[in-house]
């Protein structure tokens, strides 16, 4: 019985003892548990930790960078805006109400054909001696032609078609002196206006009529012509630019007369460019039949370069902008009333009216007697114009 009872209690002991042993790791297994989950928890609030950082951060260099573009984007706009006042500051001090600088470009497309004329003809038949010589005979024979002009229908007519003899003749034996005619034929025309226009309004009739038939027959013949009376008369597109200096005479038409060593005076070049004026408005209201070509330069050109004259700075007027308008006045009211109508009468009132008052101390000659015309349409209710052919 000892024996059995010192078993048990060493069986107890032992069981104890393996107790005390199993609690002591499960104690041991929980505090690792505990320290690992303690680990992991605190690895984790650093991650959550670093990563609220990490936003934070990228969330700040975002707004950073949000502003500083933000920044950029509001200097673009002050900066673009700035530009954009400060070109229109300098588009309206020197455009004006009119698109000057179209006004501009026009009148280079016309000088740029003058140019090329000097390149691409005049220098090949200079220095081809048949050329030289076909084209000379044949100026010769439209001098003779020209110097016939009167107040004739037929004998325009007659005029016309022996200059389309001596084009055809011209086209057939070479098309560089046939383009070599055509320009002849325009120096010619412009240079009747400067010489008998300014003498005789009248005579713009006929040379007015065989000008716009030629513009629309002759291919390239519109353009050359257009071109020959721009360079001497500029205003008739509206261009105006300062004569302080020698290049902007020669752009405004002035003649330097190399016999007296001078720029001619300021009444021979306004009458000059009155002259000019008057064909050109003859070309704009030469009627066509039904049946007849498309007029090639139509009386539109002609409100053009009106509203063109009275949007003209008012600093840059000159008495030669009022004797080209009362040119055109003599030549074109009547036939300028008929195409437009009340709008017309509108034009024509502030024409001779308000435009005529803006420059009214400089004491123009031609606005005075601009005036004086405008003052008796409205008294006599009569617009003038030219007479027609006989």
Not at 119 to 134: A, M, P, Q, R
Not at 187 to 197: G, L, M, R, S
Not at 300 to 317: C, F, G, I
Request: with cysteine; net charge positive; charged share 35%.
């Amino acid at each position: 019985d000892e024996l059995e009872r010192q078993k048990k209690v060493e069986e107890e002991a032992r069981k104890k003892h393996e107790e005390e042993a199993r609690q002591k790791k499960l104690a041991e297994e929980k505090k690792r548990e505990e320290e690992e989950e303690r680990l992991r928890k605190e690895k984790f609030e650093a991650e959550r930790k670093k990563q609220e950082d990490e936003e934070l951060k990228k969330k700040k260099l975002q707004t950073e960078l949000a502003a500083k573009e933000e920044t950029e984007r509001q200097s673009i706009i002050a900066k673009k805006k700035l530009e954009e006042e400060a070109a229109k500051k300098k588009a309206d001090e020197e455009l004006e109400f009119v698109k000057w600088s179209a006004v501009e470009k026009e009148w280079y497309s016309y000088k740029k054909i003058i140019v090329d004329i000097n390149t691409e003809i005049n220098d090949v038949v200079k220095d081809n001696k048949e050329l030289k010589s076909f084209t000379f005979k044949s100026k010769r024979e439209i001098k003779k032609k020209m110097a016939q002009m009167s107040t004739s229908l037929a004998q325009l007519k007659k005029i016309m078609e022996d200059i389309k003899g001596i084009l055809t003749t011209a086209f057939q034996f070479n098309e560089v002196a046939y383009k070599w005619l055509l320009n002849f034929m325009a120096k010619a025309i412009v240079n009747q206006a400067e010489t008998e226009v300014i003498v005789n309004i009248q005579a713009a009739n006929a040379i007015g009529i065989l000008a716009t038939h030629m513009m629309s027959n002759y291919t390239g013949f519109k353009d050359i012509l257009l071109a020959r009376i721009i360079k001497k008369c500029p205003y008739l597109v509206g261009y105006t630019c300062n004569i302080d200096t020698e290049e902007g005479r020669r752009r405004m038409g002035w003649k330097y007369l190399e016999n007296a060593n001078k720029w001619e005076d300021e009444t021979a070049y306004a009458e000059r460019m009155g002259g000019i004026c008057g064909i050109w408005s003859v070309v704009t209201q030469v009627r066509f039949g039904p049946t007849s070509n498309v007029h090639p330069y139509p009386i539109s050109n002609s409100w053009k370069m009106l509203a063109r004259q009275v949007d003209t700075p008012t600093e840059k007027l000159t008495n030669a902008h009022f004797c080209v308008v009362a040119a055109w006045w003599d030549i074109s009211a009547s036939k300028f009333l008929m195409a437009f109508g009340r709008q017309g009468d509108k034009l024509m009132e502030l024409i001779w009216n308000d435009w005529t008052n803006s420059v009214c101390d400089k004491r123009f000659a031609a606005a005075a007697r601009l005036r004086l015309l405008g003052e008796e349409w409205r008294s006599t209710g009569k617009a003038p114009g030219l007479k027609p052919l006989e």
